[in-house]
Every structure is written in C-alpha cells, then in structure tokens.
C-alpha cells in the first residue's frame, strides 16, 4: 500500500520557512544564554542551524517540475519521430497495398497518430515484424531492412523515454514527500524555539519578544467600514 501524501504543517511557503528560520538565528544566539533556563540549549539552536542549512540544499518542486519537463520533451521528439520512420514504411507499403486492404492491414497499424504510448510500442514492434517477414514483397517499391532497422531503433529509444519519463515522475514525488517531512520538522523547532523566546520576553522587551513570533508576515489591511 502507497504511503500517503504527507500534509504541511506550516502555514505559509516553504521560502518563508526556510528564510524564518534564518532569521531567527541572530535573536536565539544573542539570547543563548537566557534562554537556557527554557529548555533551549545550545544543542537545540545548532541543529536549527544545521537543519535550515540542509533544507535550503533540497531541491524546490520548480527544479523538479522542469526537470521533468524536459524529460517529457525529449520523450515526444522521440515519439515523433518514431512516427515518422513509421509512416516511412506504412507509405512504401500503400504504394502496392491500400490501407483498407488485408494485406495492408497485416502490417498491425493503420493509422498511427492517436495511438496510446503503449500501443504506438506495441504498433512499431508488429510493422518490424511483419515488415522483415514480407521484406521482399515490397522491395521494389523501396522496403529496405534499414528501414525497419530505424523503427526498431526509435522504437528502443521510444521505450527509454518512457522510462526516464517515470524515474523522473517518481524522483519529484518523493522528494516531494521528503521535503514536507523535512519542512515539517524545521517548523515544529521553530516553533518551540519562538515559543520559549517570546515568553521570556514578552513582559519585559515587546521589540525582542515580537523577534519570536513564529509568522511574522503582517496581516492583509482591511478596509475601514464608512461611518
């Protein structure tokens, strides 16, 4: 059974995370000393660090989205032009044999452009078979084994692609997935370290203890009702 997908817990962007806990680090380092006393060592505030610095390494689903992209492109170049040297061979056989006839037909394939990925395979792989095995039927009209030698090819080449495609689908999910758990984990420190550093201080430094609020992002203005 598929794991399922890890929900966020922190409730803005993965950037506004990571840059949050950047930039509470100045404020625990100079407080490191009072703080002590709320549980927060200096052993809690270095792996805050350490764990800030890992997660920004990680890749951002942007890179992962496009990376993915491209593997996509390549695939539908390869899938044209497996068409392509498809329709090369289909277009010698229909100088001799029109495409409703049996014998046309035989061939697998008739019409090759809204085939699914795995029966545009399964078409390639029949029009290579059967195209060798009528090879000299139609060399007068311009079959050559090098031909079906280049379906075969694009049609290997095809098959890659779809496997690529799927490694690159599966690597973005989970690091998807990991990287959720991870930020899951850097905001749940945050949060108890701005906990304890805005209870020291909330009776007797509002400017220090407004440092460790966990969002600071300021709130949408609302519009004043008329009077």
Known sequence: MNAKNPVAEYPFTQAELWQRCLDLQPSLDRDAAVLTGRGVTAARISKLKTDTAAFGEMEPDTVL???????????????????????AVLGIIAVQDEPRTARYKRFGVTNIVDLSEAKLHLAATM????????????????????????VEQHNEDFVEGLTERKEAENTRSGATR?????????????????????????????????????DTTPAPATEARPS
Not at 130 to 145: I, P
Not at 188 to 213: H, I, N, P
């Open 65 to 87: 989205l496009q990376e993915g992209a491209a593997v996509t492109e390549e695939k539908d170049e390869v899938a044209e032009t497996l068409k392509t040297s498809m329709q």
């Open 127 to 150: 029009l290579v078979k059967q195209g060798r095995k009528y090879l000299e039927e139609y060399k007068a009209e311009g079959l050559t084994a090098a031909l079906l030698e280049a």
């Open 178 to 214: 990991a990287r959720v758990l991870f930020a899951n984990g850097l905001y749940r420190q945050l949060v108890q370290l701005c906990a304890a550093g805005e209870s020291y201080w909330k009776l007797t430094d509002a400017t220090r203890a407004r440092e460790y609020v966990v």
